[in-house]
Structures are given as structure tokens and as C-alpha cells.
T-cell receptor, first 113, second 118 residues
């Protein structure tokens, strides 16, 4: 199994541009989580899905952020318009129901200039 | 809401020595899971060890073990025979064992940066 796949690994963009981060979960995993990691706030959950349905989006910072999971094998996190304070590492993680462990992707390092 | 606190921003240890990283948490629940994750410079999050709250026995994985004190809400990680490859950020995390949908997320501490001195 290839594990959780995230793309791109690095993204540099200018303020005001749209950014789309992508995640491919491990096959058979029915939970998908998006986390953001910054020096100031540490690791925080943005949103998670169960069976492609958003369950808890209370961590999404504002309307500029949106996430979708159109099918069991793909999810996106979109920021529009991006701002410098969005600079962070964004992780996707997935888990199978009744299993203990979340598996993390390698993360996307986003820099907004 | 549950919270996780790691009071040691940085720790260092001599190679081959033992080090203990501290973690405390706050919850009103009786059943939950606790985890230690390692994040090396590659930034990949790697599960080190996990503990189910209903188990009294402390979890052990090779050189890694935990001291789980449920009443004190404490969950420390002990690394024995420290190796250079153990250098990383270590995160303590909590997850509810409740099955309602909103309970499935991990709550992380702020992390402890561990340095191994050769």
C-alpha cells in the first residue's frame, strides 16, 4: 500500500491566489482528516469526513477555506483567496472505522508570499 | 473539550541514555485512546505507541514505553537506549473512544523537541 498520498509536497504562491491541496487516502479507510501545523498553533484539525460526508468542520478558519471529498479516493482542501497567514504545513490523515491508528500523509508545505 | 499539554518544549539526552517526555490531558470521559507521534525533520508523522484507557498495563514497543496514570491524567513516554535517529518532535495526542461522529478527531499537545547528543 502506498500510504496516504498528498500533492503537491510544496506550494509557493502569492497572496490572493487560489490554492488547492490534494489527498488520496489509503484504500478502505473511511475517515479522512485535514490538519494544519504552524509554529504558533501547533497541530489543529480543520475538518474531517466519514464516508465522504463532512462531519466536523469547526476547525475551518474562515470562509476562504473549503474542503470536498467527491469520492472515497480523493479529497481537496482549497484556499481562496490565500493570505500570508495561511502559510503552514497541511496534513491529510486517514483511518479505518474501529481501528485505533490514523495514518498521516507527508504533508504539503504552503508558503503564501 | 479535551486538552493535551506537553510542558517541555525541548529536551536533550545523551546517546544510549534514557529520557522521559511528559504529557498531561484533561477530559471528563472514561474511555479514550492516547498516542505518541514522532515527527522527524522529514515532517512525516509516525505513530510511536498507543494506549487504550481501559487497559491498566502500560504499552511497550521495543525501546519505547509509557507510564499511563489514569487518575492523574498523565501519559509520559520513556525512550530507553536513546539513538541519534530518535531526534525529532514528539507529540502526545488524545482521541475519544465514543462512537458519535464528532468524537473521532485527534487532539494534539504542542510537542517536545528531543535532541540526542552523541
Amino acid at each position: 500500500d502506498a500510504g496516504v498520498i498528498q500533492s503537491p509536497r510544496h506550494e509557493v504562491t502569492e497572496m490572493g491566489q487560489e490554492v488547492t491541496l490534494r489527498c488520496k487516502p489509503i484504500s478502505g479507510h473511511d475517515y479522512l482528516f485535514w490538519y494544519r501545523q504552524t509554529m504558533m498553533r501547533g497541530l489543529e484539525l480543520l475538518i474531517y469526513f466519514n464516508n465522504n460526508v463532512p462531519i466536523d468542520d469547526s476547525g475551518m478558519p474562515e470562509d476562504r477555506f473549503s474542503a470536498k471529498m467527491p469520492n472515497a479516493s480523493f479529497s481537496t482542501l482549497k484556499i481562496q483567496p490565500s493570505e500570508p497567514r495561511d502559510s503552514a504545513v497541511y496534513f491529510c490523515a486517514t483511518r479505518q472505522w474501529a481501528k485505533r491508528q490514523q495514518f498521516f500523509g507527508p504533508g504539503t508545505r504552503l508558503t503564501v508570499l | 473539550a479535551q486538552t493535551v499539554t506537553q510542558s517541555q518544549p525541548e529536551m536533550s539526552v545523551q546517546e544510549a541514555e534514557t529520557v522521559t517526555l511528559s504529557c498531561t490531558y484533561d477530559t471528563s470521559e472514561s474511555d479514550y485512546y492516547l498516542f505518541w507521534y514522532k515527527q522527524p525533520p522529514s515532517r512525516q508523522m509516525i505513530l510511536v505507541i498507543r494506549q487504550e484507557a481501559y487497559k491498566q498495563q502500560n504499552a511497550t514497543e521495543n525501546r519505547f514505553s509509557v507510564n499511563f496514570q489514569k487518575a492523574a491524567k498523565s501519559f509520559s513516554l520513556k525512550i530507553s537506549d536513546s539513538q541519534l535517529g530518535d531526534a525529532a518532535m514528539y507529540f502526545c495526542a488524545y482521541r475519544s473512544a465514543r462512537t458519535f461522529q464528532g468524537a473521532q478527531k485527534l487532539v494534539f499537545g504542542q510537542g517536545t523537541r528531543l535532541t540526542i547528543n552523541p
